[in-house]
């Protein structure tokens, strides 16, 4: 299947898989969880979303047969559905440096100001996804945060 294929069918994906919710709900949703973060369930939350990625990866291959070991694919594939999702606005990579880089994070939008990064369940999914769709280990942390004052999130992929 070539690439554009292989979109084609993501986007279809996207549109019979995804479910509308208001971004409001969201924001206030994500906002009032942050606040027991000093509890644990931050860490309970990027386990439940790196659960998620790896079943989104998992319907993309069984149901649209969207197969890859590449790495390039693999994140243009998450470009693609982290775009569409709303959760951000700008989705980024750079493969030589194993980063991923967001701007207008919806995550970032329900905390604000934070001296820790506030997108670990961005980065649960990320490595979720990836690591399912590429059938092998790959971490993903949230090294820099919008939220901490810099210009945009940065997540650093390790293989």
Do not use: W
Not at 57 to 66: F, P, V
Not at 79 to 99: C, G, H, K, M, Q
């Amino acid at each position: 299947m070539e690439l554009k294929d292989k979109f084609r069918a993501l986007a279809e994906a996207i549109e019979r898989e995804s479910v509308l919710v208001h971004r409001a709900a969201l924001v206030d949703g994500y906002r009032d969880i942050y606040k027991l973060n000093r509890l644990g369930i931050d860490k309970v939350i990027k386990k439940a979303t790196n659960f998620g990625g790896r079943k989104g990866a998992r319907i993309l291959k069984e149901r649209y047969g969207i197969y890859t070991d590449r790495l390039d694919e693999g994140l243009e594939i998450l470009t693609v559905i982290a775009e569409s999702s709303r959760l951000l606005e700008v989705f980024e990579y750079d493969l030589n440096n194993l980063e991923i880089k967001v701007d207008g994070s919806i995550l970032v939008e329900a905390v604000g100001q934070s001296s820790k990064p506030v997108c670990e369940p961005m980065a649960g999914f990320f490595e979720g996804f990836l690591s399912e769709l590429l059938e092998r280990n790959i971490s993903v942390k949230e090294i820099t945060c919008k939220a901490q004052g810099n210009e945009r999130c940065i997540f650093k992929m390790t293989l």
